[in-house]
């Protein structure tokens, strides 16, 4: 599986992004899909997650501010993001894992896209 992201833009704060995945061999909803983020030196973090049966989970962080969503015409899994704030700064990166994944853990995605840059002004 190959997952490349795009969408990553410098904004200024409480702007909106619309991030992309685009997942090869994405069939049949084979693979939960999250996308995590990672600010200069400091560790990963889960962002959003949403499974095979379509369901979702947030980090407490972006709740009511983020939506993930899948095309499944497109292969591709989005991360809408509203009201972005400085701290929402950092790089994204999807990932997937085979089968039904309903948590934010990294060992949990075997998947890893490249990343794309969210830079949130003040």
């Known amino acids: 599986v190959q997952l490349v992201e795009s969408g990553g833009d410098s904004v200024e704060s409480g702007g909106s992004l619309r991030l992309s995945c685009a997942v090869s061999?994405?069939?049949?909803?084979?693979?939960?899909i999250s996308w995590f983020r990672q600010a200069p030196e400091q560790g990963r973090e889960g962002v959003a997650n949403i499974a095979t049966d379509d369901t979702t989970r947030y980090a407490d962080s972006v709740k009511g501010r983020f939506t993930i969503s899948r095309d499944n015409t497109k292969n591709t899994l989005y991360l809408q993001m509203n009201s972005l704030k400085p701290e929402d700064t950092a790089m994204y990166f999807c990932?997937?894992?085979?089968?039904?994944?309903?948590?934010?853990?990294?060992?949990?995605?075997?998947?890893w896209g490249q990343g794309t840059q969210v830079t949130v002004s003040s």
């Open positions: 061999e994405y069939s049949d909803r084979a693979y939960s």
């Open positions: 990932a997937a894992g085979r089968g039904k994944i309903y948590n934010l853990r990294e060992k949990y995605y075997n998947y």
